[in-house]
């Protein structure tokens, strides 16, 4: 089945509308995935180190054209207001379900009660990025993962309360 150029543009009327609603859907799922990962049950901050390997094992992190989200953020920064309602509503999304999991973590004794879950969030969300940043730039799945394994003991190894 061919879907000509024109059958698009009806249905979403020009390249910016498809181009939006193609990022909405690809951050959506990559937004899910995470979430399925850190709704898995275990201990809490297992799961987070989980979620990042799950994340750094993904398969659309293997081409150098990198992520669509970060490709997005990358070319249109903030000046471009679709562009940015898109990716915060994920970004929101994403957050509150790392925050339930943190506070998971600390409610079962994983992490101290005065853990700063903000910060770990930050980081978490930084890990992620660097995990797409060093995919774009041809890094292979190994150090993809290794990443992933260093980032992930920060979060056993620093916030534990033994």
Not at 13 to 28: H, I, N, P, Q, T
Not at 37 to 65: H, I, M, T, Y
Not at 150 to 156: L, P, V
Request: glycine share 6%.
């Amino acid at each position: 089945m061919n879907i000509g150029r024109q059958s698009m543009y009806n249905t979403f009327a020009d390249k910016r509308s498809l181009f939006l609603k193609a990022l909405e859907l690809y951050v959506g799922e990559s937004v899910g995935s995470i979430i399925r990962e850190l709704e898995k049950p275990g201990p809490a901050l297992s799961v987070v180190r989980n979620a990042l390997l799950s994340f750094a094992d993904r398969c659309d992190l293997s081409s150098a054209d990198g992520c669509m989200g970060i490709n997005a953020i990358c070319e249109f920064g903030q000046r471009d207001s679709d562009v940015t309602r898109i990716i915060r509503k994920a970004a929101r999304t994403q957050r509150a379900a790392l925050v339930r999991t943190l506070s998971r973590a600390q409610s079962h004794g994983e992490s101290s009660a005065d853990a700063e879950s903000e910060d770990m969030v930050d980081f978490f969300e930084s890990t992620l990025a660097g995990i797409r940043m060093a995919a774009k730039a041809g890094r292979n799945r190994q150090a993809l993962r290794k990443i992933a394994l260093f980032a992930g003991r920060a979060y056993i190894s620093d916030h534990s309360t033994s």
